[in-house]
């Protein structure tokens, strides 16, 4: 049975590990990932690159951003803005010489969840994987959406105030976004920012920390008002919470109840309630589903 090297880059932390044809990984290392250049990156990937060489058929990659699945061009990197038109692949083999294919990273957890997760059996889902933005994949009639230019999907961009269209902090993946929660709760709690991550988050929470539990409400109420929006336009089956945090039992016992607060407001009643349920893979989702898009191209490549 054949080895792979899988990597999920994501903007604070690059995980990976080798994983079987099966879709099976076991460890999953980390490092962090380098926002100071591409030549930065490229050496990093490179060293984890040759901790594996020996033993892998070639590289699964998740990354942000819009990337042409089939080709590996990427249009952008997402919060990597060193990563703007460029071809990974062809950037990555130079350095790393074996065979890669990348996915973008929404679209790899949804892929990894409806190969060997909770959307087995699912024609119609949207993922929303909660990290320093939100990752995003839409499975329609039973396939991944991926959208004429590669970018459907990419909810962190779905603007949340007219009167503020431009400015960032506006855009659903900030408002959303980890490092927005953390930031909250820094302020709010005082206590210092470099010290905060999800542990300590669900610690106070779990503790029965008001000021902590009041901002995760608020946190899951933006996120229901993001969900109810997206079930207006896809009507999916379900939602699946992804991402590290999503492993806490009551992230989703507040996101379900803030989605239920949402659907019973006036007019909103008009819309059948999703199934909200987390991912059964959470962060290696994106690294399953990375090794199901690798599969796949390969396929293609012989036929």
Same mark, same amino acid.
């Given at each position: 049975?054949?080895?792979?090297?899988?990597?999920?880059?994501?903007?604070?932390?690059?995980?990976?590990?080798?994983?079987?044809?099966?879709?099976?990984?076991?460890?999953?290392?980390?490092?962090?990932?380098?926002?100071?250049?591409?030549?930065?990156?490229?050496?990093?990937?490179?060293?984890?690159?040759?901790?594996?060489?020996?033993?892998?058929?070639?590289?699964?990659?998740?990354?942000?951003?819009?990337?042409?699945?089939?080709?590996?061009?990427?249009?952008?990197?997402?919060?990597?803005?060193?990563?703007?038109?460029?071809?990974?692949?062809?950037?990555?083999?130079?350095?790393?010489?074996?065979?890669?294919?990348?996915?973008?990273?929404?679209?790899?957890?949804?892929?990894?969840?409806?190969?060997?997760?909770?959307?087995?059996?699912?024609?119609?889902?949207?993922?929303?994987?909660?990290?320093?933005? @939100? =990752? /995003? %994949? +839409?499975?329609?009639?039973?396939? $991944? &959406?991926?959208?004429?230019?590669? *970018?459907?999907? #990419? !909810?962190?961009?779905?603007?949340?105030?007219?009167?503020?269209?431009?400015?960032?902090?506006?855009?659903?993946?900030?408002?959303?976004?980890?490092?927005?929660?953390?930031?909250?709760?820094?302020?709010?709690?005082?206590?210092?920012?470099?010290?905060?991550?999800?542990?300590?988050?669900?610690?106070?929470?779990?503790?029965?920390?008001?000021?902590?539990?009041?901002?995760?409400?608020?946190?899951?109420?933006?996120?229901?008002?993001?969900?109810?929006?997206?079930?207006?336009?896809?009507?999916?089956?379900?939602?699946? @919470? =992804? /991402? %590290? +945090?999503?492993?806490?039992?009551? $992230? &989703?016992?507040?996101?379900?109840? *803030?989605?239920? #607060? !949402?659907?019973?407001?006036?007019?909103?009643?008009?819309?059948?309630?999703?199934?909200?349920?987390?991912?059964?893979?959470?962060?290696?989702?994106?690294?399953?589903?990375?090794?199901?898009?690798?599969?796949?191209?390969?396929?293609?490549?012989?036929?």
């Amino acid at each position: 049975m054949a080895d792979y090297l899988g990597v999920d880059i994501g903007g604070t932390q690059i995980k990976y590990g080798l994983i079987n044809d099966e879709g099976c990984i076991d460890i999953v290392e980390k490092r962090e990932t380098p926002m100071d250049s591409l030549d930065s990156f490229v050496r990093v990937m490179g060293e984890i690159y040759d901790d594996y060489a020996d033993e892998i058929e070639g590289m699964a990659i998740s990354m942000p951003g819009i990337i042409h699945s089939r080709t590996g061009f990427a249009v952008h990197g997402g919060t990597l803005d060193y990563i703007k038109n460029m071809n990974m692949i062809s950037l990555l083999e130079e350095r790393c010489p074996t065979t890669i294919h990348v996915e973008n990273d929404g679209k790899a957890a949804a892929l990894g969840e409806l190969w060997k997760g909770n959307f087995i059996g699912v024609e119609n889902g949207v993922i929303l994987v909660l990290g320093t933005g @939100i =990752g /995003g %994949g +839409i499975i329609s009639n039973g396939k $991944l &959406l991926k959208g004429n230019h590669y *970018s459907a999907g #990419e !909810v962190s961009f779905i603007k949340t105030n007219s009167d503020r269209s431009s400015d960032e902090d506006y855009m659903f993946g900030f408002q959303t976004g980890l490092r927005k929660l953390f930031k909250t709760i820094s302020n709010r709690c005082e206590i210092p920012l470099n010290q905060i991550d999800g542990h300590l988050v669900f610690q106070y929470a779990n503790e029965g920390n008001l000021e902590v539990l009041t901002c995760l409400n608020e946190y899951c109420r933006t996120l229901a008002i993001q969900i109810f929006n997206l079930q207006a336009i896809l009507d999916p089956e379900k939602f699946l @919470i =992804g /991402g %590290g +945090i999503s492993k806490q039992p009551l $992230l &989703l016992e507040l996101i379900n109840k *803030s989605v239920a #607060e !949402v659907f019973k407001e006036k007019n909103t009643e008009l819309f059948y309630a999703p199934l909200i349920e987390k991912s059964k893979h959470g962060n290696k989702a994106n690294i399953i589903g990375a090794l199901y898009n690798y599969k796949k191209n390969e396929q293609l490549s012989f036929e």
